[in-house]
């Protein structure tokens, strides 16, 4: 990442840790939460509480982050919701199952690993 690591802060390490526990690894985007992890709190808080009043399952928000995330050219973000999606889903995109000629999202615009707007979609 471009940025220096942030200060050390208890809550930004509660949140690294809570992601190695689910992604089994920290994410680029989540260090750069790290900056202001008062704020990460907030907005997944906001995130989360506008979603629980949703009739959309885990799978489907999945399946619209992915799909913005392509529609964006954002492979770096269409990767972390896809495997997100085949967990939710059981089953592998048809992508890995065929080599990156079988899908259309890994194959349109140029990479962005370090996007931001991964984040702020999930």
């Not at 959309?56 to 492979?75: E, I, K, N, Q």
């Not at 990479?111 to 702020?120: D, F, H, W, Y």
Request: glycine share 10%.
């Amino acid at each position: 990442m471009f940025l220096s690591d942030p200060p050390e802060s208890d809550l930004a390490e509660a949140q690294y840790d809570e992601e190695r526990a689910s992604e089994g690894y920290v994410m680029n985007a989540t260090r750069l939460w790290g900056w202001r992890p008062d704020v990460h709190e907030a907005f997944f808080g906001v995130r989360s509480l506008l979603s629980s009043g949703s009739s959309l399952s885990p799978a489907d928000l999945a399946v619209l982050f992915a799909a913005t995330a392509a529609a964006r050219s954002d492979s770096y973000c269409g990767l972390a919701w896809g495997t997100r999606l085949a967990g939710h889903t059981g089953r592998a995109p048809r992508s890995w199952r065929t080599g990156p000629a079988g899908s259309r999202w890994t194959r349109v615009g140029r990479p962005r690993p370090t996007s931001a707007a991964c984040t702020t979609l999930g």
